[in-house]
Structure formats: C-alpha cells, structure tokens
C-alpha cells in the first residue's frame, strides 16, 4: 500500500537508503562518503568503461542521500532493493522537487488530510469527509471541489509510487507494442513505418532509429501500446480494499493516475530506453566499420592519379608521387561532350606518361559513372603502348569536408578547394589510415543514423577507434602529418606541431632518443609514444619497430641468447628465431631477459619484421581495369567485391557498377547470425550472386551464402 511522503531529511534518507545500498554494489557504479548541511551524505556515481560519471549526469545530482548514521539499517537493505537506475528514480520520485502541479495546488488549499482519509478506506463514506473541507477563501467551493482536490493528491501519490511504477514497467516492457502510422500521404523513404507494429522486446536497433527520424522529420505519427484493462488491475490490485465505501472513488483515481500521468510518463521512459539502447548499438557498429576502414592495405610507394569526379566544375585531377607529394594538378571535362572526352582522354595520357602513373583514384561522388567510363578508355590506350595503368573507385565521404577545412588550407595553401580534394582522393588510396585521421570519423560514413548519434558519445568511441588504427600501425615520425601524429598516444595537438616543426628547422630525426628534444614533449609523454613511433633513418633497427625503448635491452639479450646480433635483424637473417627460442624455451628465454612470455612473443614478431606494417597481411584492394554497368548485371552472375558498409540488417558491397549491392543479412551466411559483423567487416574481400537488379531504382540485391555454395560445388 502506497504511503503518502513526509518530506525532513531523515525520513527521505530512511525511505531511499536501502536502494542505494544495493546500487553502489553493482558493477559500475560506486559512492562518495561527504558532509551537507550537516548530515553525512552518500553521493551515487555511475561510471563508464573509463571510471568516469558518463550516464547522463552522477546519480548524486538528484541523489543526495542524507545518511545520519542513527538511521542506518544494514539487516534488510539488500531485500528489496532497486536493481536499476530507473527503479531509484521511481523512489527518489515523492522526494524530488516538481513543478506546480493539481496535486500540489490540492496540498496548498489543505485538502491532503481529505485524501489521507479517504485512502485509509477506513469505511467512511468519501462525500460526507469531504463536507469538513469546504472553505470558500481557499478556492474550494464545494464538495465536488474537495473530492476533485483529493483525487488529484490520491493519483500523483499513487503516480510516484515505486512498486506500481516497477510493476506497470514490467508489464509494458513484456506486453507493450510500438506502433507507427502514416503523418502524412506523402511518399517517402518511410513507406515501410506507414502502418507498422512491433512488440518493444523484439524491435531492432535500426527500427528504433528510423521511427524516430521519421517522426522528427513529420512523416510518421508513433506511440506505445499497452492493453489499458491489463494494466488497471494491477494498479487495483494493490491499493483498493474490495467493500469500502471509497473503493469506487479509489477505482477512479487509479484509472486517472493511470492515464494522466503514469502511462504518458513510462511511455516517454520506454521511448527514451529504446532510442539509448539503439543509439549505443549503433555506435558500436560504426566504431566496428570504422576500424577495417582506417586499416585497409595501403599501395604504398606507387605514384597516384586521384580524379575528383564533377558536371558543371568538371573533373578535378591531382598527380602524386609514391609519399604523397603532389607533382602535378590539371581540370578535364569528360562530361561535357564527345569532343571534350577525348581532350580529356589526351591530357590525361600525357600526365601518365610524364610522371609514370600506375594507379588511378576515382572519387564515388557526382559523376563518377562517367568518369569511371573515361578512365578506362583511357587505360586501354595507354596500356596497349607499355604501361600498366589500373584503377579503383575511392569513397569520397569526407573529402569536400576535408578540402574546406583549416588544415587542407594550411597543407594546400596553393591549391583551391577543389583540386584538394582530387589530392586526398589519391592518398586516399596510398595510404587509406594517413589521410582519414585528417577528417572527422563522422563524416567517413560506415554507419547507420549516425547523424543522430549523441555527438560526445560518438565522438569518443569513435576517435578511440582511430587512435588504437594510428597505435597498433605504428607511424613514421619524418613523413606523418601533425593530423596523424596528434593521434599517437601521449602526444596532442600541440607537441605534434612541434615534432613537425622540430623536424623542419633541423632534419630528419635519426633516432628515438632525439624525439625527448622535441619542445613540450616530457617524460612521460615519450614513454606512452615512443613505442608507437618509428624512425626509419635510424642506425639502429630496434628504433624502425613497435619494440619499447624500455625493451632495447631485453631484444638485445634475446638476440645474444639464440646466436644472433642487431646485425642480422637489420639484414632479415633470423627467419630461424623461432625455433631457436622454442628449443631453448619460452618461460626460461623469458627469465633470462626479464620480461613475459606476451612481452617477448610481441618482441620475436617485430624483430622478425622490423619496419613491417600489420596492414600488409590483410587481403590487398582490388584494382580494376574495365568497367561494369548495372544493365550489365542478370541474377545468378558471381561477382567479386569490397565490403563498404555493415549494418543491422545487412551488408553494401562495391562490385564495381558504381552503385553499392545489399546482401541481406538472410543471405551472408548459411548458419544463424544475429548481426553481419559476426561473419564480415568493412574491406573485406567477399564473392556474391547477383539475385536481382531493379534498374530504375538503382537496387542490387546480392547473396554471400549462394556463392559459397558455388565454390563448395
């Protein structure tokens, strides 16, 4: 039976005391003994990953807990203690400040001993209590006044109450449905949530998310059911004393405590839940695309072509060498006519002879399709006389946020925007890492909805993303841009301008130790990065590899254990450290040099590979030489292709026709998945069937699982 809250500070400690000592036992969460206006209070944190407050704002914020040690109780506090953070809002609730509301106003014209009676149920009859109230200076008029009043206090006490809150809570989240309707009779991409109905516990993350786009947009109308005669009985059944003569009376402030206030407030908490959990789903999944984004196979050391696709500006050209450095910039205008295409064609070749161009970058933007065209009938001219042009379509996400920023301005001062764009369109396919940690990982595109992501929450889990890329490839301190260098661990924005400016004024670097000279740049950050940091120009090969200069020591001793010098390591001589290490044993070798068996496998791998790039081992980017149209495409064709995008309910994949096929997720694998990133990732190497082409909506359905049954025959 719901009590009425009394509002001192002890009473408010007594009351939410026992939840708290169950929350502050959970994972997560943790408690700050203070001092308030002289109580000893608890502050209750909940923390994140990283141990810091990160949902929403510190439980302390709404509750401070006024703990007297008098009143205590540690016999029964984990009996009926609350289990989540909505099960404490729900007992914080009668003690937390609210605006003015009927309840209140009722309080204030002196009818709450009217409805304490009355919710005794104690027999007496409801309209005869309500008699004793009538007082006209306080705006209570008449006996309907006073039950009106009364019932307004009976509903908001039963609203706030926590058991019903937790039980009715339980209902919606078993029973309730989410239902969508057209807003508007106009078509759009939301036809499929024009009359759509889903039980809350099987909704998807990318259902979730859509709904609410449609209905912040204007085109769906969206609410949560429940079934009300469900619900009612509940509420009933903990209150009402069957026979009194006030049961009717509580009945109705029941049904209206219900439908003005409980059922509007847990539907908004049932959406609020939903939208979280989709948007932390979500931001899992791009931060999962992302990474095999940013680790795609460079093709290093080639020198570049990147065509910047466009109609009216025309197609942006930009020549690169194999560091990145551009040697030439051109505009052609493939788009305008016959005449201009073959002009195009001309100037081009020239380029590709002059400089030796081996590769060709296009951008997927405006135009591509026939620029895509252009490029190879220019590589078959050109290749029928010697060369060995090639090509790849490039994503373009991010590129024209790129070239109108700050940085291109300071890295391109004498190029328009344009022709940068055309520039980062090369490296991008030179060095995919190098040049995306230049751009904000939103605008890369790997994700779904991510445009209405929580931005700091999107932001952190995606920047930790690019910066484990940045560590775990490692960087090159006299080539890498302070963009990239500011993404190394212990180093910011600042010390990254000054290696580049170090660098400048008195060369190349020569060894790890001379970073520590670099302005700004102390101790402790050289320990975090100097790990991460390699320098080719070294004498020493140890400073070319992800081996810590606290570790030197240790390979050096290793080295000397099994027979071999840095000499060798230098030379690639030592395919046989392996085995060595394993006749003479890992734990003992270990021992010896002082460090762990992790430790020194991490540090056999490097020096077996000094200098190596983990991205070298993935499956390398597929490179073209002829096109393929959409009409060219008929179900049952298998195609090779590159995995753009994962989502909840299916895969992109780039078969090279400009526009990206669907493999649903009921066709990537022949087993049961609950999500395509179980099977694939971005960059991935996959071969599909064509199972439908739908031209005039440029839809390409594919299947993984037919072309696995090809190749097993």
């Known amino acids: ?362 951008g997927n933007g405006t135009a591509s399709r026939e620029t895509e065209q252009m490029a190879v009938e220019l590589i078959h001219q050109v290749n029928e006389t010697g060369a060995h042009v090639s090509y790849m379509i490039v994503s373009e996400a991010g590129a024209s946020v790129y070239s109108a920023s700050k940085l291109a301005a300071e890295e391109f001062p004498q190029y328009d925007v344009n022709l940068r764009s055309a520039v980062s369109i090369a490296r991008r396919l030179q060095d995919p890492l190098a040049e995306l940690v230049k751009i904000d990982p939103k605008a890369i595109g790997v994700g779904q909805y991510q445009h209405d992501m929580p931005a700091k929450q999107l932001d952190e889990a995606l920047n930790g993303v690019v910066e484990d890329c940045v560590n775990a490839v490692g960087v090159d301190i006299n080539t890498a841009s302070p963009s990239l260098l500011q993404r190394v661990a212990g180093l910011n924005g600042t010390t990254a301008k000054n290696v580049v400016t170090y660098r400048e004024e008195n060369g190349a670097f020569t060894s790890r130790a001379q970073i520590k000279k670099v302005p700004k740049l102390g101790p402790k950050a050289f320990q975090q990065c100097a790990g991460f940091l390699r320098v080719p120009e070294s004498k020493s090969v140890l400073d070319n590899t992800a081996v810590h200069p606290e570790s030197y020591d240790a390979a050096k001793a290793l080295l000397e254990l099994t027979g071999y010098t840095l000499a060798d390591v230098k030379a690639e001589r030592i395919a046989d450290l392996p085995q060595r290490l394993k006749v003479y044993g890992e734990e003992k070798a270990a021992e010896a040099v002082g460090v762990g068996v992790p430790t020194l496998r991490d540090i056999v791998a490097e020096l077996l590979k000094p200098g190596r790039d983990v991205r070298d081992e993935l499956p390398k980017p597929i490179l073209r030489t002829d096109v393929l149209e959409m009409k060219d495409l008929k179900p049952g064709m298998e195609l090779t292709g590159t995995v753009r995008n994962v989502i909840d309910f299916g895969v992109f994949v780039d078969i090279g026709v400009h526009q990206d096929g669907l493999v649903h997720i009921s066709q990537v694998a022949d087993k049961f998945i609950r999500h395509p990133s179980e099977v694939v990732s971005v960059g991935d190497i996959v071969k599909v069937v064509v199972l439908e082409v739908d031209e005039k909506k440029k839809r390409i359905s594919l299947s993984m699982r037919q072309a696995s049954h090809k190749e097993r025959g």
């Open 1 to 362: 039976m719901p009590n009425f809250p009394r509002t001192d500070l002890a009473v408010e400690a007594e009351a939410i005391h026992r939840s708290a000592a169950a929350v502050t036992e959970l994972p997560g969460v943790r408690a700050e003994e203070t001092e308030r206006r002289g109580f000893a209070v608890t502050e209750v944190h909940v923390l994140d990953v990283a141990g810091e407050n990160a949902l929403c704002k510190p439980i302390g914020d709404y509750y401070t807990l006024a703990l007297d040690p008098l009143l205590r109780r540690e016999d029964d506090a984990f009996e009926n203690a609350a289990q989540t953070l909505a099960e404490v809002e729900d007992i914080y609730r009668p003690y937390k400040q609210k605006r003015r509301t009927r309840g209140s106003i009722a309080r204030e014209k002196g009818l709450a001993p009217l409805a304490e009676a009355i919710f005794a149920q104690d027999g007496q009859d409801p309209a005869v209590l309500a008699e004793g109230y009538i007082d006209p200076e306080k705006g209570v008029e008449t006996v309907a006044d006073a039950l009106q009043g009364a019932n307004d206090i009976i509903a908001e006490t039963l609203s706030d109450d926590a058991d019903i809150r937790k039980t009715l809570r339980g209902l919606l989240t078993r029973q309730g449905r989410l239902r969508s309707l057209a807003a508007t009779e106009e078509d759009s991409v939301y036809r499929l949530y024009y009359d759509f109905d889903q039980p809350l516990s099987k909704l998807a993350g990318h259902q979730i998310l859509a709904v609410n786009r449609g209905e912040k947009e204007g085109f769906l109308s969206v609410t949560v059911l429940l079934d009300r005669d469900a619900a009612l009985p509940l509420m009933r059944r903990a209150v009402v004393k069957p026979g009194s003569a006030a049961m009717e009376f509580i009945k109705a402030a029941c049904e209206d405590a219900y439908d003005r206030l409980i059922y509007p407030s847990l539907e908004r908490e049932a959406r609020s839940t939903l939208t979280d959990s989709a948007n932390e789903g979500a931001i899992g999944q791009f931060a999962l695309n992302l990474k095999p984004l940013l680790m795609q196979p460079p093709v290093k050391g080639k020198v570049t072509m990147g065509l910047d696709p466009g109609y009216r500006m025309g197609c942006k050209v930009a020549v690169v060498d194999g560091t990145g450095k551009v040697l030439d910039t051109a505009v052609v205008y493939p788009t305008y006519g016959e005449r201009q295409k073959k002009e195009s064609i001309v100037t081009l070749a020239k380029l590709i002879r002059k400089h030796g161009v081996e590769h060709i970058a296009i």
